[in-house]
């Protein structure tokens, strides 16, 4: 059983299409990470979440922390291309560092 | 430029040959890691290290080594590796830990197969 559940496994979309993708566990967190990482490289992070509730927008993309601080979610708005790749959500409830199962998108031209 | 370096890129090695995969980091972090990545089961923590001569254990760290002797390397050991150990491994460091929200910078991954 992996400690961040993340949904869903794989999406492929069309480009301008609208997408989101959950991060869930059962553990409290006192802040979640979102990364992504394309094929043969480390992950690269996007954004922090800190506070429950909070919501962050990086350009096309939000991020929404929830009020318990044990779930997350990332949304794609109009998905491009570019936007193609492993979206992997992270923390740590104690002194480990967990990454969730992750999420592979693919955005059709 | 700001960078976490790891060494070799990619190694073939057969069943209980020692080895060890480097990893530096120039930005004087105190907190560095390692996370092996399978498919199926995602990026996993071995070792963590916290500050210098401190070292604690992931998740997964059975079979693996780590010294943390001075601030910028942090170098992973396999002593008797084997197949199960074939897998990608990345490196990472962070100002602090990353519970804090600090930003952790990976490295650009070894990619290991035992035979």
């Known amino acids: 059983t992996q400690l961040l559940e993340q949904s869903p496994q794989f999406l492929s979309i069309q480009e301008g299409e609208n997408l989101t993708v959950y991060c869930n566990s059962s553990s409290v967190f006192s802040s979640l990470q979102w990364y992504r990482q394309e094929p043969g490289e480390g992950p690269v992070l996007l954004v922090t979440v800190v506070t429950g509730g909070e919501v962050k927008k990086l350009k096309r993309l939000t991020f929404q922390f929830g009020d318990a601080r044990k779930d997350s979610s990332l949304h794609i708005t109009a998905a491009q291309p570019g936007d193609t790749g492993l979206y992997l959500c992270?923390?740590?409830?104690?002194?480990?560092?967990?990454f969730g199962t992750g999420t592979s998108l693919t955005v059709i031209p | 430029e700001a960078q976490v370096t790891q060494n070799p890129r990619y190694l073939i090695t057969v069943t209980g040959k020692k080895l060890t995969v480097t990893c530096s980091q120039n930005m004087n972090h105190e907190y560095m890691s390692w996370y092996r990545q399978d498919p199926g089961l995602g990026l996993r923590q071995i070792y963590y290290?916290?500050?210098?001569?401190?070292?604690d254990k992931g998740d997964v760290p059975e079979g693996y080594k780590v010294s943390r002797k001075e601030k910028r390397n942090f170098p992973l050991i396999l002593e008797s590796p084997s197949p199960n150990q074939t897998s990608l491994y990345f490196c990472?460091?962070?100002?602090?830990?990353?519970?804090?929200?600090?930003?952790?910078?990976f490295g650009p991954g070894t990619r290991l197969t035992v035979l």
């Open positions: 992270a923390g740590a409830p104690g002194n480990q560092f967990y």
């Open positions: 290290s916290m500050n210098v001569e401190v070292t």
């Open positions: 990472a460091s962070s100002p602090y830990h990353p519970r804090g929200a600090d930003t952790q910078y």
